[in-house]
């Protein structure tokens, strides 16, 4: 059983930055995919990154969420980080992390995820 544990979510102002952690134990990752998705209020979970740490690749939603967003891992941690830099009040939202045992094609469909963190709150002021 793998647990993830989301961790450095906060209030700041737009054009801060924030780095979120997704620490994981119960097992060291190897091959598995980690993808980060928020929620907004009212609004469905959507997928912002993933990665594969078999692959050593990295996937995001959009051109506008790689400029902003960089996803990486610490081995030695057995960690995922998000970070993101120039926040817009419109990333206010739940950040969570998930993981799922092995290489998926489908890494921005939460449903193909098996394990979730409880989320960390980001919120952006104006």
């Known amino acids: 059983q793998v647990q993830l544990v989301e961790s450095g979510g906060g209030s700041v102002q737009a054009g801060g930055s924030l780095r979120l952690s997704c620490a994981a134990s119960?097992?060291?990752?190897?091959?598995?995919?980690v993808g980060w998705f928020r929620q907004a209020p009212g609004k469905e979970r959507e997928f912002v990154a993933a990665?594969?740490?078999?692959?050593?690749?990295?996937?995001y939603a959009d051109s506008s969420v790689k400029d902003r967003f960089t996803i990486s891992r610490d081995n030695a941690k057995n960690t995922v980080y998000l970070q993101v830099i120039s926040l817009k009040p419109e990333d206010t939202a739940v950040y969570y992390c998930?993981?799922?045992?092995?290489?998926?094609?489908?890494?921005?469909?939460?449903?193909?995820?098996?394990?979730w963190g409880q989320g960390t709150q980001v919120t952006v002021s104006s």
């Open positions: 998930a993981a799922k045992r092995y290489y998926t094609s489908r890494y921005s469909d939460p449903e193909n995820y098996d394990y």
């Open positions: 119960g097992r060291t990752f190897s091959s598995e995919t």
């Open positions: 990665l594969n740490w078999g692959r050593s690749s990295t996937a």
